[in-house]
């Protein structure tokens, strides 16, 4: 289950949520040559990403924020940014860029507060913007639960796009970081559960403050639980390629 796109898209520029984006590729490009020394990769991650036992021992609270902008490969890059771009733009819009700004780097921060008290002891630095836009998925949760997101099922060899609500799916995928968090030894690495579902918490209690201001529930009525513009109206164009047909014998 993949996420492309919402149906709501910002009326105004996502500033911030361009320049998050920007700023996490530049960054990435800046260290790419290092992976191609297992070595001079994995010093570079010691000393900029997040390792829980040298916050315990040292105090590298700083990596907190530096790990939130460092990614392990391609893909890691590829798919947090997909996230940021479907989500951001319109808690942006709600939030106003500084407010948004602020509140990205809070969930962050509260994402890897999260991942650190599962593992204080942990030797394994985590990196990643993922607890961040986790936040941004919590909010954007609390203020349009049924806004309608378009999600790629993958069934064997069946690829389908199905409309599915916000809640829905990013109830499911909170779901995942708990049950995987549960299942998961966060001493040994690989995906950073309790990062994710911290981030999504804190995302949702930074955001309930303005979910109040707008009415609270009155505010799911005026907008039906969708972003308070009107939808985007997609549809599929048939191809102009012309098709080739095999010609039977």
Do not use: C
Not at 19 to 45: D, E, H, K, Q
Not at 103 to 118: E, I, K, R, V
Not at 181 to 208: E, K, N, Q, R, S
Not at 219 to 231: A, K, Q, V
């Amino acid at each position: 289950m993949l996420p492309i796109r919402d149906h709501n898209p910002s009326e105004q520029t996502p500033w911030v949520t361009y320049a998050l984006i920007a700023v996490n590729v530049a960054i990435f490009l800046s260290y790419w040559g290092l992976f191609s020394n297992p070595r001079a990769i994995t010093l570079f991650f010691l000393d900029w990403g997040m390792v829980p036992v040298l916050v315990t021992e040292q105090g590298t609270w700083g990596t907190m924020l530096t790990s939130m902008f460092l990614h392990g490969s391609i893909m890691h890059l590829l798919g947090n940014m997909l996230f940021l771009w479907i989500f951001g733009d319109n808690l942006e819009e709600e939030m106003g860029h500084i407010r948004y700004l602020l509140f990205y780097l809070a969930s962050g921060l509260g994402a890897g507060l999260a991942h650190y008290y599962a593992a204080p002891l942990s030797e394994v630095p985590t990196v990643g913007a993922s607890g961040a836009i986790a936040g941004v998925m919590g909010g954007y949760l609390l203020l349009f639960p049924k806004a309608q997101v378009d999600i790629l099922i993958f069934i064997v060899f069946i690829i389908k796009v199905i409309p599915v609500p916000a809640w829905l799916m990013l109830a499911l995928w909170f779901a995942m970081q708990i049950f995987g968090g549960f299942g998961a030894d966060p001493m040994t690495g690989g995906v950073a559960y309790w990062a994710h579902a911290g981030g999504f918490v804190v995302g949702a209690i930074l955001t309930l403050p303005i979910f109040l201001r707008r009415g609270g529930a009155r505010f799911w009525e005026r907008t039906d639980g969708h972003p308070p513009h009107p939808e985007a109206e997609y549809s599929y164009q048939r191809t102009h390629i012309p098709r080739v047909r095999r010609r039977r014998k």
